[in-house]
């Protein structure tokens, strides 16, 4: 095997993959060209949760060359966004160069960081890769690799996505479980693939390919542990793992822990000869919707200009605590919330944006989130500036720890608005806790050219069944207590008319409006609500005119901030529609009472609506 420098031989791969990819046509070096580091812009985000750091450089054209003089095993790479697990704790001075197709700079930058404590407790660790399969990340170049003994193991080969298709590597699964147990299951064709050098399993034909071997599901323990500054995953003797690149790393599976993420895992394997990297993934082959495009030019967010508030409170008695801190990336925010809370609306994270809509275009919104520790009931709410009644939705959400979590709605029914404001609410997260926000998108409708999926939703609504809560409370009874607030062009009138026959409700509204909540009709019941625990809701509506963006809320009757949700939808003329919200959870707390607030503003003269069908159960278990 020919050896390379590794930095240099690294430095001119990247340079030339720069040429190749770049618009322009290119002549050749042009020293005048070369880059400056002191012009660089570079961020080190430090996760002390996890004791990872990972280093970025900001910009087009341009490659870093990371001098890490803290690494006695692997102290060069030009990875950008580069993630590194550190075992102890202190200040630690990452220096960079910084290239292009002409070169890399003389001058040398640097970045001092800090990781606050040692990395004895791998309760984040644990967190993120226990109780999930693994398996090769086979989209991902680089999935497997080798390089140098000390780099990170992708200087002289680096596999490219699905390489090693048919060879009986990628529906190989391995797992962990907390008390300390590994499985490697071979998947449903029982193989294994080994490299070409291998001979501790049989099957090598010795023509210089890798070969794959029958192998049976295999348990064994694991250890991970601190040697040094770098941390190890170690299995016992003979054990098996998707990819065996020697017959020493069957003998010896010891692997240096690169980095990790709620579905990334980076190991390497290095026997002082050469280091093998492996990159594994603990997501589907058929992974969920991943948002709309934030890099689109339809994307308003990426271009608008936006200042962020904060309300950060604990306790009871809402004491105020000093503002989180935020580190702000491209479109990815990092809220570090020391402080635990106990309610909704304490630790609330606003982008206050120059974003405008209007009610006749419908738009889409997708945003990312991720939290180093479980928050049950976080909210996303897209609403107007100043006025907190006016909004697209608000959204409650359960976050798992170092899950990534992708929220998005669909063809939203527009809102005029001129300036709409991004809220994000953490409240009931535990202490230190670090919530990253990233990829917000709000566009116009389908410009993107990405369609979301139509969530199917599998919830037996049964209105006749016993568990229908609403039917046998407001439906079954003689009459309802019922409330309106009817005011074209914000005067109010007199109010609309109203029948209730059986579990069918008639709205008639003889004078337009022209804005949400002018036509509010709100049929107030004595069901109660238990905290914390889901429901499903669903409804009929018909309006015999077109309407756009009607809203269905269902809320607590003594505080309208403490709701199930709060939707908008289209009624097109004399079409019925199925309103349907499975498993829900009311926002703050138990409620006595519950109310059902429709509002249908924006309706045209001599508009009739009726409601019907409505369904309020406990979600099964």
Not at 192 to 204: D, E, H, S
Not at 459 to 464: E, F, G, I, K, Q
Request: hydrophobic share 35%.
């Amino acid at each position: 095997m020919k050896k390379l420098n590794y930095m240099w031989g690294a430095l001119a791969a990247a340079a030339m993959s720069l040429a190749a990819c770049s618009p322009d046509e290119f002549e050749g070096v042009n020293e005048n060209g070369l880059p400056l580091a002191e012009d660089a812009v570079v961020r080190v985000d430090v996760d002390q949760t996890t004791n990872q750091a990972t280093f970025n450089l900001e910009g087009n054209g341009v490659y870093p060359i990371w001098i890490m003089s803290w690494e006695s095993t692997n102290p060069y790479s030009t990875q950008n966004g580069l993630k590194k697990v550190f075992a102890q704790a202190g200040d630690y001075t990452l220096n960079y160069r910084v290239g292009n197709r002409n070169g890399f700079s003389q001058g040398i930058g640097e970045k001092v960081f800090h990781i606050d404590n040692m990395l004895v407790d791998f309760d984040a660790l644990y967190t993120v890769i226990c109780d999930k399969a693994w398996r090769l990340d086979k989209d991902k170049a680089g999935h497997i690799g080798y390089g140098e003994t000390g780099t990170d193991g992708l200087g002289q080969y680096s596999a490219a996505p699905n390489e090693k298709a048919g060879m009986g590597a990628y529906d190989d699964e391995i797992t962990f479980t907390r008390d300390g147990k590994y499985t490697y299951n071979p998947g449903a064709d029982g193989l294994t693939l080994l490299n070409t050098a291998c001979t501790v399993l049989p099957g090598n034909t010795g023509d210089g390919n890798d070969f794959s071997a029958a192998t049976q599901a295999q348990t064994a323990d694991f250890t991970i542990a601190s040697e040094g500054n770098d941390l190890y995953l170690t299995l016992p003797a003979n054990t098996l793992f998707p990819y065996i690149a020697t017959d020493g790393q069957y003998a010896n599976p010891k692997f240096r822990i690169e980095s990790y993420t709620g579905s990334s895992l980076v190991l390497i394997y290095d026997d002082g000869k050469t280091a093998w990297h492996y990159i594994l993934t603990s997501k589907t082959d058929e992974p969920g919707f991943g948002g709309f495009d934030p890099d689109s030019d339809c994307n308003m967010f990426k271009t608008c200009q936006f200042t962020n508030e904060f309300y950060y409170a604990t306790g009871e008695s809402w004491s105020q605590l000093p503002n989180p801190e935020m580190t702000v990336g491209d479109n990815e925010y990092t809220v570090s919330l020391p402080t635990a809370t106990q309610q909704q609306w304490q630790a609330q994270v606003k982008f206050v944006t120059d974003m405008t809509t209007n009610s006749a275009t419908n738009y889409d919104f997708s945003c990312k989130l991720m939290s180093t520790k479980a928050i049950g009931n976080a909210t996303v709410k897209l609403v107007k500036h100043g006025d907190d009644n006016t909004f697209y939705f608000a959204e409650n959400v359960a976050l798992e720890a170092y899950e990534e979590y992708v929220f998005y709605m669909s063809d939203m029914p527009g809102i005029d608005m001129d300036n709409v404001d991004v809220v994000f609410d953490f409240g009931g997260n535990p202490e230190n806790t670090e919530v990253t926000i990233s990829d917000i998108v709000l566009e116009e409708h389908g410009c993107d050219g990405i369609e979301a999926p139509a969530e199917e939703d599998k919830t037996v609504y049964d209105y006749d069944a016993p568990s229908n809560l609403w039917k046998s409370d407001v439906d079954d009874a003689a009459d309802c207590d019922v409330e309106f607030y009817y005011a074209p062009g914000w005067v109010q009138i007199a109010d609309p008319g109203f029948t209730k026959d059986g579990g069918t409700y008639t709205i008639t509204l003889p004078q337009a409006t022209n804005e949400q909540w002018q036509a509010q009709v709100k049929i107030k019941t004595g069901i109660p609500a238990e905290a914390e625990t889901p429901y499903d809701f669903c409804c009929t509506l018909m309006a015999d005119k077109a309407m756009t963006g009607a809203t269905v809320k269902l809320t607590d009757s003594t505080d309208d901030n403490n709701f199930f949700f709060a939707e908008r939808v289209d009624l097109p003329a004399y079409e019925e529609v199925e309103f349907k919200m499975p498993a829900k959870v009311i926002s703050t707390g138990a409620a006595g009472a519950l109310t059902l607030v429709l509002d249908f503003g924006g309706c045209q003269e001599n508009t009739t609506v009726t409601i019907s069908n409505i369904v309020l159960q406990k979600t099964a278990q």
